[in-house]
């Protein structure tokens, strides 16, 4: 097989969009792996709410391995960070199998940490070099960025001098405290998303809410509480787990519960979309696919992109 072009393949989209299905068709034809990049799927115990839906990484009998669900107690306050490096854990090891890794989610912030190759660790404002780059123009800066980073191909770093003078902030502080680099690896990845018109997402959010009410996410939330998280710490992880605590704990009516969540529901993906957006505004090729295209259709145009 020729040597890909591409070291990874994103799939994102807005919540009910179904990504994860594409994620898990497009692996099984890669031979490769999911890793999950959700704020709240790494929690234990928040299935319904976070729209776990396993079945979808089981096809024809075969179990697409999945990385980053189910991997922290709720309760426990998770950050890009931590994602960060369990994603640099569970990329090597995928890659070192000889696998495709597929990263797979809606929470922009942590895939822009993958994709942009974020350093992740508190560099201070070094006011003398400040002083010392102020005067230059932006392409001087573009040359000492360069000049520090000579394998930089990132061009969002050169939009503007702001970003350029904090790039090459981090730059300096990284190289004169080696110890604090992440060895984060430079990774090509082919970034595909699935979105419907507003009208259906609305359609397909509504659905799905009533939905997983059926399945028992109301219980599940009540289990929860049960075992000892506190409301406090529940509406923390914000949307399903929020108003349905707040239903659970007598403060909404189950009508004004499913009226809010669904209401918060749809202004999350339409924040999603307007994330993807300046990710693309930003530098970020995104090759949308029409939801409602074949299934088929689009592990095959993937198949085209990658090969491309």
Excluded at 3 to 13: A, D, P, V
Excluded at 116 to 126: E, M, R, S
Excluded at 207 to 214: A, H
Aim: glycine residues 6%; contains cysteine; aromatic residues 8%.
């Amino acid at each position: 097989m020729k040597q890909r072009k591409y070291q990874m393949l994103t799939i994102l989209g807005p919540t009910a969009s179904g990504k994860t299905t594409v994620a898990a068709h497009a692996a099984k034809q890669l031979d490769g792996e999911i890793i999950s990049a959700d704020s709240r799927q790494i929690y234990r115990g928040m299935d319904l709410g976070t729209g776990k839906d396993y079945e979808d990484y089981e096809i024809d009998g075969q179990q697409i391995p999945y990385h980053l669900i189910d991997i922290v107690d709720a309760g426990f306050e998770y950050n890009v960070y931590l994602f960060h490096n369990a994603f640099l854990a569970a990329y090597n090891d995928i890659t070192q199998r000889g696998k495709f890794p597929v990263l797979c989610g809606g929470s922009g912030l942590y895939i822009e940490a993958v994709l942009n190759n974020y350093q992740l660790i508190q560099v201070p404002k070094n006011h003398e070099l400040r002083k010392t780059l102020d005067p230059k123009s932006l392409e001087e800066l573009e040359h000492v960025l360069k000049a520090l980073k000579p394998e930089l191909h990132n061009t969002t770093d050169l939009e503007n001098r702001r970003r350029v003078i904090r790039a090459i902030e981090i730059e300096t502080y990284l190289q004169e405290n080696p110890e604090l680099s992440n060895d984060m690896p430079e990774i090509n990845s082919l970034v595909v998303g699935v979105k419907y018109d507003r009208e259906h997402r609305r359609n397909r959010i509504t659905e799905r809410l009533k939905q997983r009410l059926e399945d028992g996410m109301l219980d599940e939330v009540q289990r929860l509480l049960d075992k000892g998280l506190t409301p406090e710490q529940l509406t923390y992880y914000g949307l399903e787990y929020k108003y349905l605590t707040l239903h659970l704990i007598g403060e909404l009516s189950y009508n004004e519960m499913f009226t809010k969540l669904e209401i918060a529901i749809h202004q999350f993906a339409k924040r999603q979309m307007t994330w993807f957006r300046r990710m693309e505004k930003h530098g970020t090729p995104i090759h949308w696919l029409d939801g409602f295209m074949p299934l088929d259709e689009k592990v095959a145009r993937i198949q085209e992109l990658l090969e491309s």
